[in-house]
């Protein structure tokens, strides 16, 4: 089979996230970093990333960047759960209207 290049829409690796911009798409490839959840919503809600499917992965995945960058800051186990409780509800308000995005 021959060598053919891909495009990925996601690309995460050893915590650290990058996003291709949709909005520039068809006649630009260009990668955001995501480095925290306020990353990941700004991505989300100006809609640089788009589907339901990918904002989700987008979502989940700059909480995981951004908690294993604040390892150290989430403190003791109540504190680690609130803080990542609140990065939850933080992120469920990039898409008011993405009904699948957070199934409460």
Same mark, same amino acid.
């Given at each position: 089979?021959?060598?053919?290049?891909?495009?990925?829409?996601?690309?995460?690796? @050893?915590?650290?996230?990058?996003?291709? +911009?949709?909005?520039?798409?068809?006649?630009?490839?260009?990668?955001?970093?995501?480095?925290?959840?306020? +990353?990941?919503?700004?991505?989300?809600?100006?809609?640089?990333?788009?589907?339901?499917?990918?904002?989700?992965?987008?979502?989940?995945?700059?909480?995981?960047?951004?908690?294993?960058?604040?390892?150290?800051?989430?403190? +003791?186990?109540?504190?680690?759960?609130?803080?990542?409780?609140?990065?939850?509800?933080?992120?469920?308000?990039?898409?008011?209207?993405?009904? @699948?995005?957070? @199934? +409460?």
């Amino acid at each position: 089979m021959a060598n053919i290049p891909t495009l990925e829409a996601i690309k995460y690796a @050893n915590g650290t996230l990058e996003l291709l +911009d949709q909005l520039k798409l068809p006649f630009e490839f260009e990668y955001m970093p995501i480095n925290t959840c306020e +990353d990941a919503w700004n991505a989300i809600r100006s809609m640089n990333v788009r589907g339901a499917p990918a904002i989700a992965i987008a979502a989940a995945l700059a909480l995981a960047v951004e908690a294993t960058k604040k390892e150290s800051e989430a403190g +003791d186990g109540a504190g680690a759960k609130q803080w990542l409780i609140s990065k939850l509800e933080y992120l469920k308000t990039s898409r008011p209207t993405a009904v @699948n995005l957070f @199934n +409460d």
